[in-house]
């Protein structure tokens, strides 16, 4: 008995001397029910939507109104351009435009039957069907509460045309995020785990002794793992589209040129993680708590950002899975250009050279 005490102090006191390990693992659990309590959220609500409204009257307007009203939708924060009515759509700024045609007031009026559109973004299945449910349920209740009691209501009906995924398969709809956690995971954790093996093993030292510049390193390390993460990314996409039958209609060299920034940027963070620790496993843990748990749960992969605490949404800004993931969705289901995403793409750049500078200053720092 007095052995096995003797071990497990030892054991605790082995532990309590790797603090840095002990936080991670610490810290771990904290961030996942944070994230996971506050980020999960299967309520859909306040759904982006814009009206056209064509009819300009008393009713139309009223209608307008009852759908922002209820906790369903919430306006758009840019207007339809009528030359090019599907850029919101296909910008992801919005989830559907209805439109009011002229006449809405006059077939009100008359108890005629009327007609109104709708486009909806059939990329998430799931809100597509909540979007096509709620509109219904608005409209309806909009016109009974118009009516007196005991008369038909209005035949106003809403045709819906769902773009983009009319079948509404939600494999479509992770698939194409699943390719940016991947990278983003498979990139950081490969990069920081042979940075901390060649510290922990003491061959960097080796390196160190040679003509060769820390830079020079970085750069050498770095290339291989870019090739790698291509390979990865294009055999995800190959899987995507030859077994679940994720369309690709958009520009696959576009598609390239962002997927190569966005490595970049994984491996940026890699490096940086491998530059604040000293053993493999520090790297391997600190690598899937910077990457996987943002890219999964702070990215709109599955949650809908816009639903999640103000705290939460602000976070969400400096993971770069959070703009891959609209590129990549925009560009493989919509056919989005870089008009389109001028956005998306301007922040992950911006991010990719913040984060290479931090990453190369700090492993020149820590390795001359």
Known sequence: MHR?????????????RDFRSLIIVIIMPVMMIFLYGYAINMDIENVSLAIVDFDHSVESQQLTERFFASPYFSPGENEVDMSDPE????????????????????????????ELGMMVDGTDASLASAVQAFSNSVLSNFLMDRLPPNFDIPGVTLSQQVLYNPDLKSSHFLVPGLVAVILMMISAL???MTIAREKETGTMEQLLTTPVKPREILIGKLLPYVVIAFVDGILVLIFARLVFGVPF?????????FGLIYVTTALSIGILISSLVDTLQEATLLAQVATLLPAVMLSGFIFALKNMPFVLQA????????????IIRGIMLKGAGLEVLIPQAGALVLLMVILMTVAAAKFKTRVV
């Open 4 to 16: 096995i005490r003797f071990i497990a102090q030892k054991e605790f006191y082995h532990i309590l």
């Open 315 to 326: 976070i969400s800004y400096i993971v770069p899975a959070r703009y891959f993931v609209v």
């Open 87 to 114: 850029q919101l759509l296909r910008s992801g700024q919005v989830a559907a435009i209805l439109a009011i045609p002229p006449g809405f007031s006059a077939a009100l009026a008359r108890g005629e039957d009327f």
């Open 190 to 192: 490969m990069t920081s």
């Open 249 to 257: 209609v958009g520009s696959q060299l576009l598609l390239l040129g």
